[in-house]
Nanobody, 126 residues
Framework: QVPVVESGGGSVQAGGSLRLSCAAS????????MGWFRQAPGKEREGVAN????????YYADSVKGRFTISQDNAKKTLYLQMNSLKPEDTAMYYC???????????????????WGQGTQVTVSS
């Protein structure tokens, strides 16, 4: 069983919205820091947002602050990324990740992640 499985990607016009989901299971459920990353063709992987699962403190990359919201539903064991006001530069493969970071590492974007999903594609057209 894959510990994290993403869904919800798709194609949208600029200004639109998408909500990504990440279903967690197995080893991922003991991870205290969950995050979303993205990687566009020819670019390095970029951390988008993290959430510390105890208390819900979060981290956002400057490029998505005010537009994206990370959240969790513990009952459903699911992580979400609500993406609003999407821009063409948000086009990328989005990955869910889980790690046993402490809260400082998690909310400052320095968390080491050791569980990764397969990714879901987000394409934003102008």
């Amino acid at each position: 069983q894959v510990p994290v499985v993403e869904s919800g990607g798709g194609s949208v016009q600029a200004g639109g919205s998408l909500r990504l989901s990440c279903a967690a299971s197995g080893d991922a459920l003991s991870s205290l820091c969950m995050g979303w990353f993205r990687q566009a063709p020819g670019k390095e992987r970029e951390g988008v947002a993290n959430i510390y699962t105890i208390g819900g403190s979060s981290y956002y990359a400057d490029s998505v602050k005010g537009r994206f919201t990370i959240s969790q539903d513990n009952a459903k064991k699911t992580l979400y990324l609500q993406m609003n006001s999407l821009k063409p530069e948000d086009t990328a493969m989005y990955y869910c990740a889980a790690g046993k970071a402490n809260v400082w590492q998690c909310i400052t974007g320095r968390a080491p992640f050791d569980i990764w999903g397969q990714g879901t594609q987000v394409t934003v057209s102008s």
